[in-house]
């Protein structure tokens, strides 16, 4: 029989109704409790989701002896100290991204955690999709040369932009870079497998913060990364890695379908379309985090990639505040 690690949510965020399903097939996990600020709230996510345990403060939910595992889908000003307050108490953590609002905050948590002996997760999804392993597999096979370009996009219509929401709230670590260009940055960086080196952005602000980005990154080998990202489009979320014999796309890179698909053209040849069929990745990414705490073995990816995205982050947003390149 598989052990199971007990989980536990901080919050009632929305963005739960998409893990639910996904924790209930995880074969390793079992979602025990949720908490609320407040204990009302906490009972109907509980009742509804079909949760055995609500705690009215958060604060109860990290001292239940009971939970092994915290995701974390706090607001983005907010995964620094309940991330502490949590891996204090011993427990392992799976955050939201992006991890902390900026790259020096991010390594003071990920030294942190490995301090207090628990595990830490970055909450991007998709690098654990099946799909995502089979493009990596591509790519260092050489099957279209040498990548020279990779762009991407991830772009979705808030209409109207509501300063309400905590993505239009500077104070709340807010803004289209953070809440979705960090996909398309750690994409680029992944496709390379190298680092960027110099960034330049553009961006449109409202509210004071930045519902539209596009933003170039370099390597030091002069190759380029280019991107956009926005609260204004309607929904894109492609990739497309440009090697010196052929090109991969991906049209649903960050939230794939169930046939999760991608195309790869070579010189000289047809589109050949491939597909993986019926997985989920919110599944293998719960999965795959508890199984590297039962067994004692590495997370992956490691909380570092977070570090490193994010560095590239903080040089665009000051590169499209100041109208400059700006070093990573």
């Not at 991107?227 to 649903?252: K, Y």
Request: with cysteine.
């Amino acid at each position: 029989m598989t052990k199971k690690l007990r989980w536990g949510i901080l919050g009632v965020a929305s963005i739960n109704d998409r893990l639910f399903p996904s924790f209930a097939k995880a074969n390793n996990v079992e979602l025990r409790a949720i908490a609320s600020r407040s204990p009302e709230k906490a009972k109907a996510a509980a009742k509804a989701a079909g949760i055995p345990v609500a705690h009215g403060s958060y604060e109860a939910l990290l001292d239940d002896k009971d939970i092994d595992v915290i995701y974390n889908p706090l607001p983005n000003t907010l995964h620094d100290q309940w991330t502490r307050k949590a891996a204090e108490r011993g427990k392992h953590v799976l955050c939201e991204k992006p991890l902390c609002p900026t790259a020096a905050e991010a390594q003071a948590l990920v030294e942190f955690c490995r301090g207090k002996g628990v595990k830490l997760l970055d909450g991007f999804m998709w690098p654990h999709h099946p799909r995502t392993q089979r493009l990596r597999q591509l790519i260092d096979s050489g099957a279209i040369g040498e990548v020279q370009r990779v762009a991407g996009s991830f772009t979705w219509p808030m209409r109207p932009i509501d300063p309400t929401n905590i993505r239009i709230k500077r104070d709340m670590a807010g803004g289209s870079l953070l809440d979705v260009g960090c996909y398309c940055v750690y994409g680029i960086r992944w496709a390379f497998g190298a680092e960027p080196v110099k960034v330049y952005a553009t961006s449109r602000y409202q509210h004071d913060v930045d519902t539209e980005m596009n933003g170039l990154v370099w390597l030091a080998d002069g190759r380029v990364g280019a991107f956009d990202c926005s609260f204004t489009m309607p929904m894109r979320q492609w990739l497309e890695i440009t090697g010196t014999d052929g090109v991969i796309r991906v049209h649903d890179m960050w939230l794939p379908a169930k046939r999760a698909t991608w195309t790869i053209e070579r010189i000289g040849g047809e589109p050949e379309v491939h597909a993986v069929d019926g997985e989920d990745q919110i599944q293998h990414m719960l999965e795959g985090f508890s199984r590297s705490i039962l067994e004692g073995s590495a997370v992956r990816p490691d909380p570092s990639e977070a570090v490193k995205t994010l560095r590239v982050l903080d040089a665009l947003a000051a590169s499209a505040r100041n109208g400059d390149v700006r070093q990573v």
